[in-house]
């Protein structure tokens, strides 16, 4: 099977001489600080086809986040928050930082400030990111949220390129973000590429009632989108401590339509 | 003449990457790999080995570090390099036993999948892909008739 002694001897050469000429690449590509590699995506243009969900078409929208919206339901839940830090200024004048932070927060009340650009994934490398259709041509940022169909976040933009972009999910090793919770307790999400870890930042008030961790935008981010339901995963507080591992829960497949929020 | 099997041999290389990824993007696993380029590569690396590959080899690398990844340019184009040279050189100069070919296609898996050694479950994930792809590189080599 193994007919290996008839082959003449090979040189090696050459490779060897290109995979320096490589080495030579990545040492100018690290120097430029990603100038070359980023050239030619930044400036090359792919057309794909998106939607854009102008505010006219919000209802269609809201329509498939219908089954989570009852239940988080934007608006009463920011209501309350904001009866939960009126009674907290009154209790604690030291909470007023949190309340100016309440009332931006109260500013997105709906999704009527947002356009919902609908994107779809191109292509999955092999290090668990994925390639998603629309970039700078989009007005599409790094950091920008990324929802699924549910109207989860599932992930955030990576790198932007001119007409796609690499979108890092909780498959990713590298993924973390900051989360928020209705009682304005922060916590950060990352992942190993295997398990998500939830871990608490700052705890002001616990309560068993908490149902979602969302984004925020007290960190750059376009909106409040549930993240992570608590009630499907080990969410205790021990030592005013949360320290969580959980897998999965909010898998998306190759179909799965996502949207991602940018600001009018 | 020199230069049209080059080209063509970028295309198919550069095809086969880009159906590599959609195809691992379709089956969404996140334990389980399809990597055609690397059988691909492999069966090049033992039946055709020659420095007319090695342009078509290194473009698809750099292709895949500028539209696919976020590497530094040149890392995949050292992998692929690197592959084609351990592959054929193993199979060359190694002493023949038994599991040789599967020792040598897997010791090379390891290596393609170098970027991603910090992935936590890095090993287990490797063992079941490498299985799946030598199964799948028997059966093109059986298709293919090759004598190696």
Redesign the interface.
């Given at each position: 099977m193994l007919d290996a002694q008839s082959k003449p001897k090979r040189s090696y050469v050459l490779y060897i001489l290109f995979i320096f000429l490589s080495s030579l690449l990545i040492l100018v590509d690290y120097f430029s600080n990603k100038e070359i590699s980023s050239y030619i995506p930044k400036s090359l243009t792919f057309e794909f086809k998106l939607n854009v969900f102008e505010s006219t078409y919000i209802d269609s929208f809201n329509s498939l986040l219908i089954s989570r919206a009852e239940l988080v339901s934007e608006n009463i839940r920011l209501e309350q928050e904001v009866k939960n830090l009126r009674a907290l200024e009154i209790e604690n004048s030291s909470l007023k930082e949190k309340i100016k932070s309440f009332e931006n927060i109260s500013l997105t009340k709906n999704f009527n400030n947002l356009n919902f650009i609908e994107t779809s994934l191109i292509i999955k490398n092999s290090s668990n990111e994925f390639l998603i259709s629309g970039g700078t041509n989009q007005n599409f940022k790094n950091g920008d949220l990324v929802l699924d169909d549910r109207g989860y976040a599932i992930g955030y933009l990576r790198e932007v390129y001119y007409s796609y972009s690499i979108l890092e999910t909780f498959l990713s090793q590298s993924f973390n973000i900051q989360l928020m919770d209705k009682y304005n307790n922060e916590y950060l999400l990352s992942s190993d590429g295997n398990q998500l870890f939830l871990t608490s930042i700052n705890i002001l008030k616990f309560n068993t009632d908490i149902e979602f961790l969302f984004t925020d935008i007290s960190y750059s981010h376009s909106g409040k989108f549930p993240v992570v339901d608590t009630r499907t995963i080990n969410f205790e507080l021990v030592n005013n401590q949360i320290n969580s591992s959980f897998n999965f829960s909010n898998i998306f497949t190759y179909n799965t339509k996502l949207f991602i929020p940018k600001s009018k | 003449m020199n230069i049209l099997y080059s080209i063509t041999i970028f295309f198919l290389f550069s095809a086969t990457l880009?159906v590599e990824?959609?195809l691992?993007?379709?089956i969404?696993n996140?334990y389980i790999?399809i990597s055609l380029f690397f059988i691909l590569l492999f069966i090049f690396s033992l039946t055709r080995?020659n420095?007319k590959n090695?342009v078509p080899i290194?473009g698809t690398?750099?292709i895949?570090?500028?539209?696919?990844?976020?590497?530094?340019?040149?890392?995949y184009?050292?992998i692929f390099?690197?592959v084609?040279?351990l592959t054929?050189?193993m199979?060359?100069k190694l002493i023949?036993f038994n599991f040789?070919?599967i020792f040598i296609f897997a010791l090379n898996y390891v290596i393609y999948?170098i970027?991603?050694i910090?992935?936590?479950?890095f090993f287990s994930n490797i063992v079941l892909s490498a299985f799946i792809n030598y199964l799948l590189f028997l059966l093109i080599k059986r298709f293919m008739r090759l004598?190696?």
């Open positions: - | 880009i990824n959609f691992n993007l379709i969404f996140k790999s080995f420095n090695i290194m690398g750099l895949y570090d500028i539209f696919l990844s976020e590497n530094y340019l040149g890392v184009a050292i390099l690197f084609s040279v054929n050189y199979f060359e023949n040789k070919l999948n970027p991603n910090l992935n936590f479950n004598s190696v």
